[in-house]
């Protein structure tokens, strides 16, 4: 559902009031770097592609103000999501930056851009705060992975999070949950390959469900005031992203606010050009991603 009209923002289509998060706290916040990315994944949720546009790169004097305004809202983290982070010309800037003030989480594909300029990300290991990498690595059939991402990328990728973890970054993954899977088998399928490279059985495994592209209309329930109360305990909803966190976002040449890192393709959730005004807003649970939210507990925070 995208450009809810004002009553539709607050209703749900049966007149219902529409369930929404009062954010309490920034804790942490995510910078969008730009949606321009090496690979081509279909079922990418920011539909980001070699030399798209639709969100820019983030430029670190976009960001540094950002950066100074959370710090003083008490921010603990920033997280740093693409496209591909390391197509960004200012990635390493800004981390350098980002680090001497909080920890910091990447989310890469750590594939060439990566690879690449590994020489200037290895120094960021003496910075005050630690950073963490967080790699897509969808299945841990490699043919499955390759199927959306190009042939050869598992192994990349995967030699990439040896070596970042043997350098000493911490390191976690992302990948998609399937219909019907047996969890703690696909845990040990993940297990075979990190020891391949040298990683321990207990890196992070973050799930995702399919997030559908951009600007897709998705069949799912509507959340009203009621269902958040009747179904959600007071720490289920203090856990929605949108509660503790923003993300930076650059479109049409100016950084803004949204509400959280789901909902970048709806003008509806750009809360305003400071993070002060943005936390300041009462969001909506309006788009199809926030069914996620309630019902899966889907988060890219790791929290
Ligand atoms: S997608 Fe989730 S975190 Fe984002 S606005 Fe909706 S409920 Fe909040």
């Known amino acids: 559902m995208l450009h809810l009209d004002k009553e539709s923002w607050v209703q749900t289509a049966d007149g219902q009031p529409r369930g929404y998060i009062q954010p309490q706290a920034l804790t942490e916040l995510w910078f969008h770097t730009g949606t321009n990315c090496n690979l081509q994944c279909p079922f990418c949720l920011e539909g980001s592609k070699p030399g798209d546009n639709r969100i820019s790169f983030l430029t670190f004097d976009d960001v540094q103000p950002l950066m100074d305004e959370a710090l003083a809202l008490g921010v603990e983290k920033y997280s740093f999501t693409g496209g591909e982070?390391?197509?960004?010309?200012d990635m390493v800037r800004i981390l350098d930056y980002a680090?001497?003030?909080?920890?910091?989480?990447?989310?890469?594909?750590?594939?060439?851009p990566l690879m690449n300029r590994l020489h200037e990300v290895?120094?960021?290991?003496?910075?005050?705060?630690p950073l963490n990498f967080r790699v897509s690595l969808d299945h841990p059939d490699e043919t499955k992975h390759d199927a959306g991402r190009g042939r050869g990328n598992f192994r990349k990728s995967l030699k990439t999070l040896g070596r970042l973890h043997k350098i000493g970054f911490g390191v976690s993954i992302a990948r998609l949950i399937q219909e019907g899977e047996d969890t703690p088998a696909v845990t040990a399928a993940y297990h075979v390959h990190f020891r391949s490279v040298g990683l321990p059985d207990n890196i992070r495994i973050v799930a995702f469900p399919d997030f559908f592209p951009p600007g897709s209309v998705a069949d799912v329930p509507q959340i009203t005031e009621h269902c958040m109360k009747t179904y959600l305990g007071e720490a289920q909803r203090n856990a929605f992203m949108c509660n503790y966190s923003k993300m930076v976002v650059k479109k049409n040449g100016k950084p803004g606010v949204y509400a959280c890192t789901l909902v970048d393709d709806d003008a509806d959730y750009d809360l305003g050009a400071t993070l002060k005004e943005s936390m300041a807003a009462r969001v909506m649970l309006g788009h199809h991603r926030c069914y996620s939210c309630f019902a899966y507990g889907a988060s890219c925070s790791e929290r």
Not at 85 to 89: C, G, H, K, S, V
Request: aromatic share 4%.
């Open 85 to 89: 982070p390391f197509l960004n010309p």
């Open 99 to 112: 680090l001497d003030r909080r920890p910091c989480l990447v989310l890469s594909n750590a594939t060439e």
């Open 122 to 129: 290895v120094p960021l290991l003496q910075k005050s705060n």
